[in-house]
Structures are given as C-alpha cells and as structure tokens.
C-alpha cells in the first residue's frame, strides 16, 4: 500500500474535471475532457475574422455609384442612390439571423418609401450562398408578373455575371467597380457588389450565372474590430501562439483587419490559390502565413492538415454545419456557442458560449496552468511516495521495529490525497506562464531526466527520516522513537508540498502566492499530528508515546531539511 502511487488516477481525473468547471466560469464549455491538456499546447490558432476579431455588428458605412463614393450619414441619402439600394433590399432576406442582410434592411426602411421596398412583391425563387456561388440571388414577381432578380455578393461573383446592357460596356464598368472594391476594402470595410436584371418570361434559369445582370453598384460595410483584439493578438504573440485569420472576405479587407489586430503582415493565401497547390506546396506556403481570405469552410479543413504536417498543434474555430470536418481534424476545435450550428458544436471540443477571441486566449493560459500544476502534482506524489516505501522497507532490512503500521500508512494518505488534487490545482499560473513558447504536445507527461530529477530529490526526505528514527530508536524508547520518526515523515511530506509547489520558482517567492487550500491541508495536518501524539487513546492506536516540544521542533527541523537540501542542490545544476 505504501509503494502503490495510487493517487495518480485520481489526479487525471480531477484535474481535468476541476479544470473543466473552472473554464466555464470564463464562458468556455469543455465538451471533451482531454482538450484542456492539450489547450497549453496550441501553436497555431486559425481563428473566424467576422464575429471573433471582429464585433459581428454590420452596418452599411458607404454606397459606391455613378463612379463616385457616398458616404451614409443621419441625413437621408440622395435620390440618385435609391436604385442602388432599392436592389440591395431586394436582394436580401427580410427576417433572419445574417447581419449583413439586417443592416441593409435597416438602411433601406430609414431611406426608401415603402413603395419601393415592395411589399406587395412575392419571393419566388433564391439562389443560396455557396462556396462555388459567393452571393446571395432572389427573384421577385411583380404585381404584373414580370419577374426581377436582384443581387449582392462578392464584387468578382457578381460583376462577373454581369453582360453588356444598351450598348454600354459593362466589361468597363466592372473593372471600375473591382478597383473601387479594392480601394475601399483597404480600409477594412467589406464590400458587396449589386446588381439586378428583368427574365424574360415567366421563368428562371438553372443556374444565377446564366441571369444577364446589369450592375447597381457597391455597398461598403464596417464591422468594427473588437477592441481588446490587439493586445489578446500580442499575448498569442509572446506565448510563441501564430495567429492565423481565415476569412471569406476579400483580400484587401482581410489584409487591413489584420493590420488592425496586430496579425504579421504575410502575402495572403486565397481559395483560389488554395485550390491550385498540391499538398506539398502548401506545406511550404504555410511557413510564415498568417491571413488567409475567400476561404471556402470546406476549405479549411487542408489548412489545418497542412499546420498539424508541419508539427503544429492547431486550435480552430468555426460556427458552420461545413466548419464541423475541420473542427474535428483540429487537435482542439473551438464552436462558437452563440452564433454557432448544432453540427459545429458536436464535432467540437470547446465551446465559447459569449463567442469572444479574449476567452480562447484565457483558456490556453489555464490549459498551460493545469498543465503545469498536473506535473507538480505527479512530482509531489512520486516524491512523497518514494520515502514512505523506503521507511516501510528499511526497518525490516535493518533489524529494526517497524515505523509505518497501517494507521500509519492511513494518516500520510489523508494528506496525500488533498494535496495532490485540491492543493495543487488550486495553484495559480506561474507569472511567465504565457511568455514562453508552446510545449511539445507529443512530449511524455515526465521525461526520464525530469524522472531521474524527482527520485533523486525524494531521496533527502528518505534520508532524513532514516537517520531521524535511527537516532530516536538509541536514545529513546520504542514508543517515543516511533512517533519522533513518524512526525520527521510528516513534516518531511509538508515540505515536499512546499518544494514541488515552487517548482521553476522561487520557494519563499511561492509562499506569497495565495492558495487557500494549501494553508487549510496544512493546518489539518498539523493538527491531526497533534492530536495522535497528546489524545492518550489516539496515541495509543497508533503506538505513541508523548514527545517533549523540543522533539517535535527537532523532527519538524530534520524533515524540512531533507526536502529543501536536496531541492536546493539539484536546483543549482
């Protein structure tokens, strides 16, 4: 009983599952256990542009027609562009969730007199989004039966649909919109094109590329930046975490958001570019890449097979029913909780329930805490145990009457078990925690060196346990050599505590750092041992005689030095 380090199970367990609660206390929802180990290990985080690094608040900041751009002010808009935003509404939902659509409806109900929003038209046909289609496509019937389709999508998608129409070269025009959109977006805004046709007859094409579109003009919409997103950008940044931003958006407004956030300025990677290289290729495109834009969802499921090829350890986060094939090929997929589908949510490993990119940050950094607290932890149980063996065997070796009965054995555990679970997850996160690069998530929990290190630090306490209840057994009786012996394991245990609680830090820096629990396990402790030595009837169940104070102090002395020594020493090389 006294070899068997039967607590480590308990400690895998606990662990986590504390870990567990305390993350959804940062509104992070832990739906795989094994994620929050691996959270301290991410090196590569692909994070969403719209909704994570930015607010997910859209609203319509410009209209771009007749050649010119027309910034939307409280007053109402000009005359000349109610056509342009007349379509727009058409080509937008009514109700539903997407911001995009909100906003335009929105400016539309504050600028367009009811008749030319068209209540009395009917929705008879929609062309969805898709990654093959980056535009949304409705055909209305008018009260008169002719059908008009609206537009409003990717500036490419659209203008690309769009024909010659009376003689003007609309090949012109859309290359004149494309750069406007160009231009516009490097301000970080996101720009949609318009466009709108009539159908001939009463029906309509297979296909919305196959619609002759005339182009209205552009809409420019502004999602603002969340505001703590640079410094969270910086903290990734020191912890050794790339940030990687995947977006739909268009290039030069993926370039200026990241410019905004603090991301590394990198030649960006587009789906389209993305299509055109084999696996190889974009192993070594990926080496520096931090802005990915017109990334199709089903897209990024190559991007992170391409980092986890390279060695990294890949953090994704998604909210789409298409997100779920990379959220589930990510060594820690992160679901949106408010915006995010079911399917998103099952095939991830986290959830963020306020959808906010601070909450992934604060998450790595207790995935590194718990870590790190698992090691001092396993430390302070192999170390621990390792002494109570010795002192089980060592008597029977040496001819000598046993120190350690069963109730002996009983008491250690009683300390041992709430401080290798409570005392130590209760730790807070070392004050470098999050300025030093990622660990290896393939590395084994303890290296045979770290091993090496930690037997050779329990063997002081061993030690010193020996030569205490060896002298006792000399120069006092039996009853009293056992319990000068016993209380030295005791407070050899206490300093263990102590020692592996200020791993990689200073030991008098470790006491000022608050922890509850620690105090609490050790005045229990204290007071237990008390107990066993000067309740008459306790003493007597574990074979105690009284100790005069002096041979307390003297065995507290003796098994705080054959922990620290020992630490010291090792510490120094």
Not at 323 to 347: Q, S, Y
Not at 389 to 418: N, Q, R, T, Y
Not at 452 to 465: D, E, F, I, K, Q
Request: charged share 15%.
């Amino acid at each position: 009983m006294s070899m068997l380090p039967e607590e480590l199970a308990i400690v895998m367990t606990v662990f986590p599952a504390i870990g567990a609660w305390r993350l959804s206390r940062q509104q992070v929802l832990v739906r795989r256990l094994p994620a929050i180990e691996t959270l301290g290990a991410i090196s590569v985080l692909c994070v969403d542009k719209t909704g994570t690094l930015t607010a997910n608040r859209m609203d319509v900041v410009a209209l771009y027609a007749h050649g010119a751009r027309h910034p939307v002010l409280d007053e109402p808009l000009p005359a000349t562009l109610a056509p342009l935003l007349e379509t727009a509404v058409l080509a937008s939902t009514m109700t539903g969730p997407d911001p995009i659509d909100r906003a335009v409806q929105r400016l539309g109900a504050a600028n367009l007199p009811l008749a030319q929003r068209h209540p009395d038209w009917s929705l008879v046909h929609e062309y969805g989004v898709s990654a093959q289609q980056r535009a949304l496509v409705q055909v209305w019937r008018r009260p008169d039966g002719i059908l008009i389709a609206a537009a409003k999508g990717a500036p490419e998608t659209v203008l690309g649909w769009c024909t010659l129409d009376a003689g003007v070269d609309d090949a012109n025009v859309s290359a004149g919109l494309l750069a406007a959109a160009s231009s516009m977006a490097q301000d970080g805004l996101r720009m949609l094109a318009v466009a709108q046709a009539t159908l001939p007859g009463a029906s309509w094409p297979a296909r919305a590329a196959e619609i002759p579109f005339v182009p209205s003009g552009l809409l420019a919409l502004a999602d603002p930046l969340r505001p703590e997103i640079p410094a969270c950008v910086a903290r990734c940044a020191g912890a050794g975490i790339r940030v990687v931003m995947i977006t739909g958006d268009h290039p030069d407004t993926a370039r200026a958001i990241a410019r905004q956030a603090g991301l590394a300025d990198t030649p960006v990677l587009t789906g389209a570019t993305l299509d055109a290289l084999d696996d190889t290729a974009l192993d070594a495109r990926i080496g520096a890449l931090s802005i990915c834009a017109r990334i199709a969802p089903t897209q990024k499921l190559r991007l992170v097979q391409a980092f986890a090829r390279g060695g990294a350890t890949v953090g994704m986060t998604g909210d789409g029913v298409n997100d779920a094939p990379a959220l589930k090929a990510a060594h820690v997929g992160i679901a949106m909780g408010g915006r995010g589908t079911d399917v998103a949510r099952e095939a991830a490993a986290l959830v963020l329930l306020d959808d906010r990119f601070a909450s992934i940050v604060d998450a790595i950094g207790a995935g590194r805490r718990i870590h790190d607290n698992l090691r001092k932890s396993i430390r302070y149980v192999i170390s621990m145990h390792a002494p109570i063996a010795g002192m089980a065997i060592l008597p029977i070796l040496a001819g000598w009457p046993s120190l350690l009965f069963p109730m002996h054995i009983v008491f250690m555990e009683l300390i041992i078990d709430p401080a290798c679970t409570l005392v130590f997850e209760n730790e807070p996160a070392a004050p470098g925690a999050m300025l030093r690069p990622p660990r290896d998530a393939q590395a084994p929990l303890f290296s045979p060196s770290a091993l090496a290190r930690t037997l050779a630090m329990s063997l002081g306490p061993l030690l010193g346990v020996a030569l205490a209840y060896g002298w006792a057994l000399g120069a006092l009786a039996p009853a009293q050599a056992r319990a000068f012996g016993f209380t030295t394991l005791v407070f050899a245990n206490l300093s263990l505590i102590l020692v592996n609680r200020a791993a990689g830090a200073s030991l008098f820096g470790s006491l000022r750092q608050p922890n509850r629990i620690l105090w609490l396990v050790v005045g229990a402790a204290l007071g237990l041992l008390a107990l066993a030595l000067y309740v008459p009837w306790l003493a007597a169940v574990f074979q105690f005689a009284v100790l005069a104070p002096a041979l307390v102090a003297g065995a507290g002395v003796i098994g705080l030095a054959g922990a620290l020594l020992p630490a010291l020493l090792l510490r120094r090389h």
